[in-house]
């Protein structure tokens, strides 16, 4: 990550270049690991077609899901697709086609985006080509098997608040925690903690920011 | 290592941009390609942006004719806009940055920023 | 121009808007009867047959004209009308003072074209809205009147099959929700139609683009309608804007990161024909940001006036405009 020095400002932690999905390492609980959930996917690759199963990592808004998805994908080595309301539907189901013409494992990031269409489609090329679906969704779709299911809790909020302000005084988060900011964004927001990390963009600007221009 | 020489803190629209950047302690048999651009970025809220003033790749023949001894130069004007400024969703921010690309995979990259025209924050 | 030009505009919409639909009707009446029945022929295919279909397409042709000419002259002015009919559409601009030199390469700022391609009445230009209310309103008006029309002729296939003592029961179930919303943009366009009559259109003009920082601009701002001003007033502002996308969501923020109130006016009394007219000079702060639109960020400037009036709600109407840099910026001197 590089951060560039504007007139010895130092960049916002809470710009959308720290916050966007894979900046900050994914943190699992339990004793699951990206290894084992890249073997499942893997391990449908290599079963026998009635076996394949379609994986799906749910969570609500902003819990890290894209996140998640974007380590599988350097871990499997293969692209994953993200969708987003204003892509081309189109271009996004040719490019999934063609992963699957490859026998790569297809992730798709935002498969509520699809149309009835285009998910039938996937799903039943996805057979034809024997390659296994891996999608992230607010909810479960239907036939989709459960891969992982993201949320916040304590645990994840302190390790990001940790990964954003590395570099920051210790003060910093301290001040950042305790600010009535942190409390009326989290409540405010709930399980959607990269809402929250933006909110938090204006209090570092407001707070934090020690602008001195070299003139 | 690469150095950037010769870099003011800041410019203005129009005016001529001249710097030198150096290697050292790299085999220069090593060398693949070298990239070196003059670009804008946004930062802040929104996903980045990024523009290209100036860019400069060598690699192959033009590549083999260059003398690593010697300090490179690089002169470009720049134009009158985007300025370097600072608000409260955006900033804009102008920087140098010289890529060395190596046979090993390795990549080194040497960037340093610097400020265009005289807007320091928002109206 | 009297008071009851409010209830005369609304009153000639409504009827060119009817001569309109009983011409579709009779239209559609005379074309089914001749194609859909075989057993009677009320006309011969004659002088007669075809005198009718004239005088029932006539309709429909005054009921358009007539209706989107009232429409139209509600929606832009006078003067603008006979300035773009003398001038053309892309006159050369008057003189404008503090006009930067247009070099042909400005990065990331939106071309200038977008925004002086509309000559002023009295000033070098007019500046386009940035919500096209008067567009929004032609849109709901084309696509209401070609709704009713399509509905009117399917009544009629229906009538005609009723009146054949068979019930097209497939046509029926298309026809209750296509009834619904034939009303319903009917009524949304004329709830339109009398905003803009009683608040009507606001033309802001200004004498030269694209302005610079520390430049000095005169402007005039007209606000038509028929209706009683609380207060007017009028705003420049600097906004922010930054879109993101992450994962799947897509966001826009925008911020003012600059406001200042250029002028304003308190109660006065509008009608039509008697417009309110402010004129008034403004200054670019010294140190303001350019325009500058790139992908996801831009840093957008604008007029913004605010009025309040008696028994209509609040408006806000945005003019963009555009911020060169300063030309000739140097470095400024050293601190002693």
Request: aromatic letters at 10%; charged letters at 20%; a neutral charge.
């Amino acid at each position: 990550m590089i951060k560039d020095s504007v007139c010895q400002n130092v960049s916002n932690p809470f710009s959308s270049r720290f916050l966007e999905p894979g900046a900050i390492p994914f943190v699992f609980r339990d004793s699951e690991s990206l290894a084992s959930l890249a073997d499942r996917i893997r391990s449908s690759l290599e079963a026998p077609t009635k076996h394949r199963v379609k994986l799906a990592i749910v969570g609500p808004h902003g819990t890290g899901k894209s996140t998640l998805l974007r380590h599988l994908s350097e871990h499997l080595d293969c692209t994953a697709t993200v969708l987003h309301a204003t892509s081309n539907k189109w271009i996004a189901i040719d490019e999934i086609l063609k992963a699957m013409r490859r026998k790569q494992p297809c992730l798709i990031d935002g498969y509520e985006q699809l149309p009835l269409w285009g998910k039938t489609l996937l799903i039943a090329r996805s057979k034809v080509n024997r390659v296994p679906l891996c999608v992230t969704s607010h909810r479960l779709p239907w036939d989709f098997e459960l891969l992982w299911e993201t949320r916040i809790d304590p645990q994840v909020e302190t390790h990001v608040i940790d990964t954003l302000l590395a570099d920051a005084d210790p003060r910093v988060k301290s001040d950042l925690l305790d600010s009535q900011d942190w409390e009326k964004s989290r409540q405010k927001h709930r399980e959607n903690l990269r809402e929250s990390l933006f909110d938090m963009y204006d209090w570092w600007r407001d707070t934090v920011d020690e602008f001195s221009p070299s003139r | 290592m690469i150095r950037l020489i010769g870099l003011q803190p800041t410019y203005m629209p129009g005016d001529t941009l001249e710097f030198e950047y150096r290697v050292a302690n790299v085999d220069r048999g090593s060398i693949v390609a070298v990239e070196c651009s003059v670009c804008w970025l946004t930062e802040g809220k929104g996903t980045e942006d990024l523009g290209v003033h100036f860019f400069q790749r060598l690699a192959g023949d033009s590549l083999a004719a260059i003398d690593w001894s010697i300090a490179q130069k690089i002169s470009c004007p720049l134009p009158i806009s985007p300025l370097s400024y600072e608000g409260k969703l955006l900033k804009i921010s102008w920087c140098v940055r010289v890529r060395f690309f190596l046979n090993d995979g390795t990549e080194l990259m040497a960037q340093q920023p610097f400020y265009v025209g005289t807007i320091t924050r928002e109206v | 121009m009297s008071g009851w030009w409010f209830i005369g505009s609304l009153g000639e919409a409504l009827f060119f808007a009817t001569v309109f639909l009983i011409g579709v009707f009779l239209s559609a009446i005379l074309i089914s009867w001749q194609l859909m029945s075989q057993s009677t022929q009320p006309l011969k295919i004659g002088y007669g047959f075809w005198l009718f279909l004239g005088v029932c397409l006539s309709f429909s042709v005054l009921g358009i004209v007539g209706f989107w000419y009232r429409v139209l002259k509600v929606v832009t002015s006078d003067e603008h009308r006979e300035v773009l009919a003398q001038r053309g559409i892309i006159p050369e601009p008057l003189s404008g003072p503090q006009q930067p030199k247009r070099t042909s390469h400005a990065p990331s700022i939106p071309d200038v074209k977008r925004f002086t391609d509309s000559p002023g009445a009295r000033l070098a230009y007019r500046l386009p809205s940035q919500i096209p209310e008067n567009g929004a309103l032609v849109a709901l008006g084309i696509f209401a009147m070609a709704w009713n029309a399509m509905i009117a002729v399917f009544l009629v296939i229906a009538a005609q099959n009723y009146l054949r003592f068979e019930i097209p029961w497939q046509l029926l179930l298309l026809l209750i929700p296509g009834i619904y919303v034939a009303i319903r943009s009917a009524q949304l366009f004329f709830r339109s139609f009398i905003r803009t009559l009683g608040i009507g259109s606001t033309t802001v003009e200004i004498e030269a683009l694209p302005l610079v920082p520390g430049g000095e601009y005169r402007l005039e701002i007209v606000q038509y309608g028929r209706l009683v001003i609380k207060k007017i007033a009028v705003r420049l502002e600097c906004e922010e804007e930054s879109t993101y996308h992450f994962g799947t969501d897509l966001r826009t923020e925008r911020q003012t990161v600059f406001s200042t109130e250029i002028a304003s006016h308190g109660r006065d009394r509008i009608d039509w024909g008697y417009p309110l007219r402010m004129e008034c000079r403004f200054s670019v702060p010294e140190d303001a940001m350019h325009s500058f639109q790139s992908k996801h960020n831009a840093v957008q400037w604008k007029i913004v006036v605010n009025g309040e009036a008696n028994r209509w709600p609040l408006y806000s109407r945005s003019f963009p405009v555009l911020v060169y840099p300063q030309p000739g910026m140097s470095r400024p001197a050293a601190a002693s």
